[in-house]
């Protein structure tokens, strides 16, 4: 099963070095790995995406917090949650199929964020399904390069009082 | 406030640490701490022969003691050589503070002489590891580091020192206490976890407590047995329990796993309550796992959480400090107010049957005419010392005779590399536990491989003018490697065989120390001891058995019923 984990970090050198060393050491997977500055300095915020059944995920998540730096683990997709991931994607974009593009891009409410001759260099955001099917349709058409930011994730409020 | 310089902080954090002695080598990256504590004064130290000795020396003072054991070394090398030492510390918990030199911030990453990445290498083996970039931090570092290593389950912590750090100065300003945000051990355990765990206790017809590291750590002793005499429940312990329930106590069973008693591997296979304290179900305890104790419930305790449920499945996990948890445990048991005899009635078919294995399949060995036999050596050892030294092993054979055949009633007691199991440990933990207990008789029981992989440390005890004893059992064979050859690959000795091997009796008159050798079994009596009582560092040498093994055995994979007997 996958599961997105919400990591807290002390922001010091190393502690990710930790993370990563703990992942490889224990022979954990790493489907992606975010890691971003915090509201508050001293922090750093790691999303993570693993795959494991409850015996692994249950001791991912206990090794993680006997980290000496790691100040908080929440195991996000354990309930209602967001996760969204973007990609920029260099797409061949010749005369015949300049419009297929645009028409992609509209459908899946992507942005235009740099135009040449012969590419567009396309945004896209959402869950990792939608950039799937992004990929999938412009992939006939000739992706140059791609680029993407691993998940980013975050647990839903209740939605009652 | 005055300033102070980096080196002149560390010195100070260790007389506020209560650090009395420290083993260590020196070198260019550390010169300036080594200056500083020659000008102090106050700290003992001991100059060891290989950075490797400094680490198991302070690992052994720790074990012995149950305060933090601390080592120094300078950068590069002198950091590399003590990887081993940390990874051993780091495996079985024992509480180590690790200093090395560093080449200057300046140079570092720039491939300067002398240089390695000593917190990139022992990051997956420490507790925690620390560059110190700036020595204002240090202050709160080396307090962090202290605690860090001493509580929650204890570890080994690295201080990495970059010599402009040593000596570069600023305000000194000691925290008395610390709190960690991101480092919370748990101690107190829940409430309902005890409720839970007494009621399966309660119900239980076969219950065993399989006693491990943690017991001893955590200081448990006393609370483990009054609780298995309050309810009348069979102890068995792990490598790195012995000592932590008497082994001379009729309700103890001895140690467990690949070689075991038959009454505790039986035990454990028959149960219908394993109750684990402080142990971690670890692949030589649990042999196959899906065959592992499958009739019983398990309750496991450990400060740790990672250690419950990483291995076995358990139906009652309770998080917290062996002591404390035990403590609950207790109060439970008193508050419920069942007379002991109902207890013991309880159990009274179950204690029977183990009594059954016990006089079924003892600990046991063929006497042969004219060979000495290691386990009588052990047992002699141990008649001779009344059970009262302190043994440390080294690892293979000689370490499981000395496990299987001595028995510790008192924790603190045997000093083992099991989790690691790293040969060249028992006799520089040896030098180390000499230092925390200067009158106590210290004896490192060791093969005649891996005495050789720290000898060097002879000069280091003779220098220190340490009594410690070396028993070396000496069958010219890398003993427990042979023993797998001969059973598991048709008795091909492939590089387990030693040609040569020192006259360990010269070797030892070499050093200075007395050397003793006995050949024939009547010897062993006499050597023993002559060689407990010289003065100063001694070795005794003792022929044995070229190709004896050690039983019972459960081959690695197999069940722990499926053991194979003398």
Redesign the interface.
Known sequence: MKHTLSVS??NT??AL??IT??FS?RAFNIESLNVAATLDPTLSHITLVTRGDE?II??II??L??L????KVVDVSEGEFVEREMSLIKVRAEEESRAEILRICDIFRCKVVDVSPKSYTLEVTGPESKLKAVIELLRPIGIKEITRTGTIAMMRERKTV | MAKMAGKQMVVEALKREGVDVIFGFPGGAIIDVYDTLEKDGTIKHVLVRHEQGAAHAADGYARASGKVGVCIATSGPGATNTVTGIATANMDSVPMVVFTGQVPTALIGNDAFQEVDI??IT??CT??NY?VKDVKDLPQVLKEAFY?ARSGRPGPVLIDLPKDVQNGKAEFNYPQEIK????NPVIEPHGKQIERAYRLIEKAKRPVIYAGGGIIISDAYKELRALAKAMYIPVTMTLMGLGGFPGTHELSLGMLGMHGTYSANMAMANSDLIIAIGARFDDRVTGKIEAFAPLAKIIHLDI???SI??NVKVDVPIVGDCKRVLKKLLDAVKDAGRPAEAWRDQHQAWLQQLDAWKKRHPLTYKEEPGVIKPQNVIEKLYEMTKGRAIITTEVGQNQMWTAQFYKFDEPRTLLTSGGLGTMGYGFPAAIGAQMAFPDKLVVDVAGDGSIQMNIQEMATAMEQRLPVKIVILNNQFLGMVRQWQELFYDRRYAATEFEMTPDFVKLAEAYGAKGFRATKPEEVDDVLSKGLEAEGLAIMEFAIAREEGVFPMVPAGKATTEMLLV
């Not at chain 1, 000496?68 to 100040?71: A, G």
């Open positions: 970090v002390e050198p190393g070095s930790r060393g703990l050491g015996f249950e001791q206990k090794q917090r006997r000496v730096d790691v100040f | 917190v990139g990051r997956p507790k925690h560059l860090v960690l945000r991101s480092y740790d959480p990672t449920q990483k």
